[in-house]
């Protein structure tokens, strides 16, 4: 039982470049999320989603992509990277939040746009 | 909108005290609030998870309370150890959203 993976544990870009953050879980399930962690910013909720092929924003979506077609995987796509994106990228999962349940945290993944 | 506290900042207190980490919130319609332990550059540990029905949950050494008439949580630690020193963060569960507290960063000197 792995519980949240995330992929790459780091990663530079430059201004412009894409890529796909990679969320997987083994434990079913329904809730997955994005945050981004930032200095004296905290931790903040950019794309949800509670259940495959749904997915709703957070607090900060703009400049990100998401879409969940497995229960297992959701991946974080960041289409063209800006240096305001430099940050540490935090999955989670848990079965429904409505329902009281523990959230379960990724190792991250630190970002860096030059 | 819903507003998570954490007071103080940082805290620094000498090992062997008894300590209480504050969390506080506006709005008190929340299914459930989890506390959170992160050491620099390294994930989230969920520490205690309480639900909105509870008043308190305790695992070994920590205590931690949830009072939502007054939109307030408390996360209790005895017999503080070095080992405990990290970043302390609180999370409220409410419409399929998990807010954060800012986080308190507690230094536990030897």
């Known amino acids: 039982n792995a519980g949240v993976t995330q992929t790459p544990k780091f990663q530079v870009l430059k201004t412009g470049q894409s890529m796909t953050l990679q969320c997987a879980q083994d434990m079913n399930h329904e809730y997955m999320s994005w945050y981004r962690q930032d200095p004296g910013m905290g931790l903040r909720l950019i794309h949800y989603s509670v259940g495959a092929g749904i997915t709703d924003q957070g607090e900060v979506p703009n400049g990100y992509n998401v879409s969940r077609s497995t229960t297992e995987d959701f991946p974080l796509r960041l289409l063209s990277a800006a240096p305001s994106q430099t940050s540490v990228y935090f999955c989670?999962?848990?079965?429904?939040?409505?329902?009281?349940?523990?959230?379960?945290f990724g190792p991250g993944t630190r970002l860096t746009v030059t | 909108k819903q507003e998570v506290t954490q007071i103080p900042a940082a805290l620094s207190v000498p090992e062997g005290e008894n300590l209480v980490l504050n969390c506080s919130f506006t709005?008190?319609?929340?299914?459930?609030l989890q506390w959170f332990r992160q050491d620099p550059g390294k994930g989230l540990t969920s520490l205690l998870l309480i639900q909105s029905s509870q008043r308190e949950q305790t695992s070994g050494r920590l205590n931690a309370s949830l009072d939502k008439s007054s939109g307030r949580s408390t996360l209790y630690i005895a017999a503080s150890q070095p080992g405990d020193s990290a970043t302390y963060l609180c999370a409220l569960n409410r419409d399929d959203k998990i807010i954060f507290g800012k986080g308190t960063r507690l230094h536990i000197l030897p």
């Open positions: 709005d008190s319609a929340i299914y459930n």
């Open positions: 989670a999962s848990s079965r429904k939040p409505g329902q009281g349940e523990m959230q379960y």
